[in-house]
């Protein structure tokens, strides 16, 4: 009897440690580019289940095919996405409450339809993402949650640069929240690898942290003849900092062309002399007022070697300085206008 209490002690010893650790959360990491729910794709092999924490590894794209809901579940899933996670069929991917996602800088979340809600993202019944868009990080589902918020030190939307006043890049961008932000590095480089900062800019949030749109701008006032490589980087008070997209913006200087505009100053109509073009062009002319509005927009065909185009506004200009733009083959050259109506 004494043999057989302890045996089924033993037995019963062995059902919680078996019990436990079939509900013990763990850590899934992708193996290879593969199907979610495949155990093979992921180095426990398991399948993905209630209170695991998720890292979908660069280079991998991850896919669902299928209705995955683990809105039954008591404890959250948290996924981070280094590659790629990507649906198809309609599938959705239904997450408890308190769980979040966060795409990493280079990830990205996607779907083989677009412009359709047909796949979609929902965390606590709530749809966060559907296949409208493609999610490109660093982004974060729930944006609301606390651990995005501490991880996301800024959500930028848009990143631009152009030239402006014939010389000089001009850049804007836009965020709509930011937290512990302290500065901007505008960075610039010729062949996109090695940059170094052109100018830096404070944040505008008070202390820091906004949860509103915040519009910044920045002047490159020596750019590269040619196309410059542009990046931001977002530093923090703790000093530690992240990298927006690379975007570039084209220089063209003393490639022959040559712009004479006269009069100038004038009243707001003037002619433009076009000379050096090797070909005959179809020119697309922009007129800008100190603030990046436009006041005119033509199409004009010019023919090769010389050429003269008359620029003349609907409506009257106010007196002050303009910035003409000729758009050649998506090559854009820039002359200063003064306006002056007496």
């Given amino acids: 009897m004494k043999h057989l209490r302890q045996h089924m002690l033993y037995a019963f010893i062995i059902s919680a440690i078996l019990t436990t650790r079939a509900t013990m959360a763990i850590t899934h990491k992708s193996v290879a580019s593969g199907n979610w729910n495949t155990a093979s794709t992921w180095n426990d092999p398991s399948v993905p289940k209630c209170g695991d924490s998720i890292i979908i590894q660069a280079g991998h794209i991850i896919s669902l095919t299928n ?3 683990y809105t039954g579940c008591t404890t959250p899933l948290k996924v981070i996405v280094y590659g790629t996670l990507s649906f198809f069929n309609g599938s959705k991917l239904r997450l408890p409450c308190n ?15 677009g412009n359709s809600n047909s796949n979609y993202i929902s965390i606590c019944d709530t749809v966060q993402w559907n296949s409208n868009t493609i999610l490109n990080g660093i982004a974060c589902l729930p944006k609301t949650y606390k651990t995005c918020a501490t991880l996301l030190p800024v959500e930028l939307v848009n990143f631009e640069a152009g030239v402006c006043d014939y010389r000089k890049i001009c850049f804007s961008w836009k965020t709509v929240s930011e937290r512990n932000n302290h500065h901007y590095d505008v960075e610039r480089s010729s062949d996109a690898l090695g940059f170094k900062m052109v100018c830096q800019v404070p944040s505008k949030a008070p202390g820091g942290n906004s949860y509103y749109p915040i519009s910044y701008s920045g002047v490159d006032e ?12 977002q530093v923090d008070y703790d000093q530690s900092s992240s990298f927006s997209k690379v975007i570039s ?11 004479l505009i006269y009069p100038n100053p004038n009243s707001g109509e003037f002619t433009a002399q076009i000379t050096g073009l090797k070909y005959d062009e179809n020119i697309q002319v922009l007129l800008r007022d100190t603030e990046g509005t436009i006041v005119y927009k033509g199409l004009h065909h010019v023919e090769a070697n010389y050429s003269l185009l008359q620029v003349v506004p609907a409506l009257k200009l106010k007196d002050g300085f303009y910035f003409c733009s000729f758009i050649i083959e998506e090559t854009e050259y820039v002359v200063k206008i003064i306006v002056d109506g007496n």
Wanted: proline fraction near 2%; hydrophobic fraction near 35%.
């Fill in 67 to 69: 209705q995955t809901n």
């Fill in 99 to 113: 769980s979040y996602i966060l795409v990493m800088s280079g990830g990205k979340v996607q779907a083989d339809v």
């Fill in 222 to 233: 020596t750019p590269d003849n040619g196309i410059n490589y542009y990046r931001l980087k």
């Fill in 249 to 259: 913006a084209r220089l063209a200087l003393n490639d022959g062309l040559q712009f």
